[in-house]
């Protein structure tokens, strides 16, 4: 007999989440995050930047979360549109999960040239970031800085937590577990 899964993540169900995964090394986890998301019923779209492509396909992504995932702004398999604008208008919080140095600091300084940088910066959405990156990164001046300039604009971050990280070292810089990014997009969920 089949049976519907019951959810594990209350107060999801229905609402919309735009998963944002960039280029870090912790980009297979989000597989595991979208999926979460996916079975607790949130309605879910990934955008993935061009780097996170090359750690992690899109075809995972649509199969986990049921949605094509657009390709870039521009060139093959750009979406019809503005689609920034449509996917900054779609959810009620975006989630990037993995967040990297390299797009920490995009949005830090106000860049939009790819497609979830723009939704960033269009979205009127609470933005959450789990940050993922070896400790040398994430304890980098540049780093810190972006990451002070960001909260002090309302951005919420989970994580990074200390660990095992994927280049060897133990540090500050592995990705938040599954259980705290779901815990506090649940939490920002649940703000009034
Ligand atoms: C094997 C490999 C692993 C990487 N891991 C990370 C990582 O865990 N965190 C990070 O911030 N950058 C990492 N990078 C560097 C980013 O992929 C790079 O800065 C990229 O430009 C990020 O692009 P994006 O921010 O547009 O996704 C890694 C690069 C390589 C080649």
Partial sequence: ???????????????????????????????????????????????LTAAAREFITPLTFETLTGHPVPGGMFGPGRS??????????????????????????KLAGGLADDLLSAVVMATRAPVLLAPGMNSGMWESPAVEENVRRLRKRGVEFVGPESGYLACGYEGAGRLASLEAILEAITALLSRP
Avoid: C, N
């Avoid at 604008?85 to 990297?100: E, G, M, Q």
């Fill in 1 to 47: 007999m089949r049976e519907r899964i019951k959810s594990s993540e209350p107060g999801l169900s229905g609402v919309p989440i735009l998963l944002g995964v960039t280029g870090s090394i912790a980009a297979y986890k989000a597989a595991e995050l979208a999926s979460r998301l996916s079975q607790a019923g949130a309605e879910v779209r990934a955008v």
């Fill in 80 to 105: 019809r549109g503005t689609a920034h604008i449509t996917l900054a208008d779609f959810p009620r919080l975006v989630v990037i999960a993995p967040v990297s140095a390299d797009f920490i600091g």
